[in-house]
């Protein structure tokens, strides 16, 4: 899918992405994870602000970019929730006498 990204020239003049369009909203790269290039293609893998993971290929002759893959964020587990303290047991309640009411 191609897509439009906002990249800055680095000291060798290769593209880097510092921002991308996905869905009408502008995600900020947070980090460049990796980065790897084939003959015909530079790979990177970002993250962005909401822990989600993608890899965008540029392709320097044609100076378009696609979105490659996308990754959900790491999935946290769940705070364990407190055992509730079950109400303290009432012992000896059969052996109480029963209540006889006062006759006036």
């Not at 990249?7 to 880097?16: A, H, K, L, M, Q």
């Not at 909203?25 to 993250?47: P, S, V």
């Not at 929730?81 to 309640?93: G, N, Y």
Request: proline residues 10%; hydrophobic residues 35%.
């Amino acid at each position: 899918m191609r897509i439009c990204v906002h990249s800055n020239r680095g000291i060798r003049g290769e593209e880097t992405p510092c921002a991308f369009y996905l869905g009408g909203r502008r995600l900020h790269i947070n980090e460049i994870l990796q980065r790897w290039q084939d003959a015909t293609h530079h790979y990177y893998e970002i993250t962005v602000d909401d822990g989600r993971r993608f890899v965008l290929s540029y392709e320097p002759g044609l100076r378009s970019w696609e979105l490659a893959a996308v990754f959900a964020p790491e999935m946290r587990k769940p705070k364990p929730k407190p055992a509730a303290q079950p109400a303290p047991r009432k012992f000896f309640f059969h052996f109480r006498k029963p209540r006889v009411a006062k006759v006036p």
